[in-house]
């Protein structure tokens, strides 16, 4: 039974930077891709951004926060990144972490973002 749980979360001002960090255990981390995704209160949850298993292939980002948000992995320490700058007030969500392969996913309980203005 695999688990990923994040943490990083907090208040933020506007214009400041934040990195999240989701750490695995219990699987084959290195196999899997990454995902991270938030959900706004009142709001759908939004595929953030996403990370394969190796390499630097299959990135992408929603187009909102590109050129601002960065995901990486250290596969050496089973830990998943999501670097965020230039925060907004709009960015406040629950921030989750992801891991996939195939059919297969787990999900983090989630982590708490609050971008004031």
């Known amino acids: 039974q695999g688990q990923v749980v994040e943490s990083g979360g907090g208040l933020v001002h506007a214009g400041e930077a934040l990195t999240l960090s989701c750490a695995a255990s219990?699987?084959?981390?290195?196999?899997?891709?990454i995902q991270w995704h938030r959900q706004a209160p009142g709001k759908e949850g939004e595929l953030v951004a996403g990370k394969s298993s190796n390499g630097n292939g299959n990135l992408l980002y929603v187009d909102s926060v590109k050129g601002r948000f960065t995901i990486s992995r250290d596969n050496t320490k089973n830990t998943a990144f999501l670097h965020m700058t230039s925060l907004k007030p709009g960015n406040t969500a629950v921030y989750y972490c992801?891991?996939?392969?195939?059919?297969?996913?787990?999900w983090g309980q989630g982590t708490h973002v609050t971008v004031s203005a």
């Open positions: 219990g699987f084959g981390f290195s196999q899997y891709a």
């Open positions: 992801r891991s996939l392969l195939g059919r297969s996913s787990s």
